[in-house]
């Protein structure tokens, strides 16, 4: 490898894509085109870093499997930033396994990095912590170490474990400042901002609050029955009961919780139920088939006690009865809360972290971009969606992620 190749790659380990590109920018070899490559992808210029390191794989011969092997993990970083969650993870895969076995076991846990993030991604943190926990950062240099502790904070994030996040972001901080790298640097401090956040509002007898993510996971932990309106869920501290897939259960619930310790009068939770303008004996009729539905449902956790005007919720266990619920309601709130990360999404990654259908989210997107709330660029298959940061709003509770039970 020459002087310029060399100083090209310490520049861009350093964070300096300009420094790089003063050395190889005119250069078309198969090294200077990865380095070129990965320059541009640190400005910002995704397509063209694609198409340079496309060129680089096949510009490196046969004998130089661990070039195209960097090549690969490098593209697959580019795929992940731009949201191509589809982008093939064997090729991923594949890469790392011939980093490892040729001794590059940097390049190799950047990879193993890089799936652990897509699978954070995508909701999928059981298997992220399982892969995770095959890597020690100990040997690693500043930059890596940086970023193991930024997906150990994600995970601990999502599951609502704010001490081991605090933890985990005060060593990524540690590590990015030794590494010297403004920009890993400013994304240790966004992370960091997320636990400074409203992550919830709390509706109790009448009235509300907003919650930083800390309080929710005191809230989780106390003796309070928790009508949990951004995860669908009834919980106490030792049982959850999943409501998602019965809106009209979990609607009910909801209002019972939010009137506690007051009762609901029926004919309002027939209207909120069943939408109907006017009950009548039939709608009356249906009101108790779903109460009682949800007596048994919710089993030890609370009953549902009628009263002269309506339905009352009594915990069994419980001191208080509350309600936890996003801090902005929307229709999408869990859409908006993935692109509110300022990325920029396709459809088809939408669906995947949603776990919809490509048309659910297309139609979803369509009648975001009607009012304004995202805009897209581009035109078919490179057609991407994007909104500004939206106030109040924090990705962690709104991704269709399960809750911790204990």
């Known amino acids: ?39 541009m992808a640190q400005l ?12 680089a794989a096949r510009a490196f011969g046969p004998k130089e499997a661990v070039a195209r092997a960097r090549c690969i993990v490098a593209e697959a970083e580019i795929a992940l ?42 909701g999928r943190l059981d298997e992220a912590e399982r892969t995770l926990a095959e890597l020690d950062p100990a040997p690693f240099p500043p930059a890596s170490r940086a970023a193991h502790e930024l997906v150990v904070a994600g995970i601990a994030i999502r599951r609502i474990r704010t001490k081991t996040a605090r933890a985990a972001l005060a060593r990524a901080g540690h590590a990015a400042h030794h590494a010297g790298i403004p920009a890993l640097t400013a994304e240790v401090e966004s992370a960091a901002h997320v636990l400074n956040t409203p992550a919830a509002r709390l509706i109790a007898r009448g009235e509300e609050r907003l919650l930083l993510l800390d309080e929710v996971e005191a809230l989780l932990a106390s003796k309070a029955l928790v009508v949990d309106a951004c995860r669908h869920v009834v919980r106490d501290v030792d049982t959850v009961v999943s409501l998602a897939r019965r809106p009209v259960l979990f609607a009910l619930a909801r209002a019972l919780g939010e009137a506690w310790p007051s009762d609901v009068p029926r004919d309002a939770l027939v209207a909120l139920a069943f939408r109907a303008k006017h009950a009548d004996e039939s709608h009356r009729a249906r009101l108790r088939v779903e109460v009682g539905r949800l007596r048994r449902v919710l089993g030890t956790l609370a009953g549902v006690s009628a009263t002269t005007r309506g339905f009352a919720l009594v915990p069994r266990g419980a001191r208080e ?10 229709k999408h709130a869990a859409m908006l809360a993935l692109l509110a990360d300022g990325e920029s999404w396709s459809s088809s990654a939408l669906a995947l972290a949603l776990g919809a259908s490509q048309r659910t989210v297309q139609r979803a ?3 975001l971009a009607a009012a304004d709330k995202v805009q897209p660029f581009g035109h078919g298959r490179a057609r991407r969606w994007m909104t500004p940061p939206v106030p109040g709003f924090t990705t962690t509770l709104l991704l269709p992620v399960p809750l911790p039970t204990g």
């Open 1 to 39: 490898m020459d002087s310029l190749v060399t100083a090209a790659a310490r520049a861009l380990a350093a964070g300096d894509p300009l420094g790089a590109l003063n050395r190889v920018a005119l250069r078309d070899d198969a090294p200077a085109l990865a380095l070129r490559g990965i320059a």
């Open 44 to 55: 910002g210029d995704l397509v063209r870093a694609k198409a340079l390191l496309r060129s």
């Open 81 to 122: 930033v731009s949201r191509d969650l589809g982008w093939p993870a064997k090729a991923l895969d594949a890469a790392r396994a011939t980093l490892e076995a040729h001794g590059d076991r940097v390049n190799a846990a950047h990879a193993r990095y890089l799936e652990v993030r897509r699978l954070l991604l995508i």
């Open 321 to 330: 009865v509350v309600v936890l619920a996003r801090p902005v309601e929307d």
């Open 365 to 367: 997107l369509d009648s």
